[in-house]
């Protein structure tokens, strides 16, 4: 077994600001993926990340950034933080890229909410 | 526009009853279909999947029919209990091609005693 865990739980930020969202996982897994919630939309990916030192963009990439670090970490940046926003963002991970390793491990969640 | 879609943003049940949730998708090269479960403030985790190879596949309590013509595929849960109650999304992707695993937006269930 093994476990994702994101940071921060709760993210309040300003109009604006730029903020970090960070997730680790110690499956071992390589493909590792970004997704925000909004109620009534489902999840929409924004960034994910095939292999260690891969990054590929979502349909939802516009606005952020990704990094993943090192293989057991991927991390998310909102460029700038758009008013009343109000989302939930779910890292996620998988064996390989689809094939036949495609289910996916989510993490809990960061929700963000902009002043 | 959305490529897989589900209609019905929620779904009432008798404890006991079949639960039927669906979902449509618009990709005729999906050949992975998947639903998840969420529970409120919890993560999505895989209940069952498919490939496009078999047009059913049980698992306890949980059946999902595959409509490949229809681009259709269906959960179909027996016996619901409260605990069933959640948000399912769907979820279909296409292995040969980018295989982005594409979510719908989710049906709430509520299975009432």
């Known amino acids: 077994g093994g476990i994702i865990t994101q940071t921060p739980k709760f993210l309040i930020g300003q109009e604006g600001q730029k903020l970090t969202l960070k997730c680790q996982q110690n499956?071992?897994?390589?493909?590792m993926y970004w997704y925000r919630q909004d109620s009534g939309k489902g999840l929409r990916l924004i960034y994910y990340?095939?292999?260690?030192?891969?990054?590929q963009k979502g349909d939802l990439s516009e606005g952020y950034d990704a990094s993943r670090e090192k293989k057991s970490s991927f991390s998310l940046t909102v460029t700038s933080a758009q008013k009343n926003e109000m989302a939930v963002f779910l890292c996620?991970?998988?064996?390989?890229?689809?094939?036949?390793?495609?289910?996916?491990?989510f993490g809990p969640g960061t929700r963000l909410t902009v002043l | 526009g959305q490529q897989v879609k589900q209609s019905s943003p929620s779904l009432t049940v008798q404890e006991g009853g079949i639960s039927i949730l669906n979902c449509d998708y618009e990709?005729?090269?999906?050949?992975?279909f998947a639903w998840y479960k969420k529970y409120p403030d919890n993560s999505p985790t895989l209940l069952i999947s498919?490939?496009?190879?078999?047009d059913k596949r049980e698992d306890g309590r949980l059946t999902v029919f595959l409509n490949k013509s229809g681009k259709h595929f269906s959960l179909h849960i027996t016996a619901s209990q409260p605990e069933d109650t959640a948000v399912y999304l769907c979820?279909?992707?296409?292995?040969?091609?980018?295989?982005?695993?594409?979510f719908g937006e989710g049906t709430k269930l509520t299975v009432s005693s």
């Open positions: 996620a991970s998988s064996i390989d890229w689809g094939g036949a390793y495609a289910e996916q491990f």
């Open positions: 499956f071992n897994h390589d493909t």
């Open positions: 990340s095939i292999t260690e030192n891969d990054l």
């Open positions: 990709n005729d090269m999906f050949d992975y």
């Open positions: 498919v490939r496009s190879n078999v």
């Open positions: 979820a279909a992707l296409n292995q040969g091609g980018s295989a982005k695993l594409i």
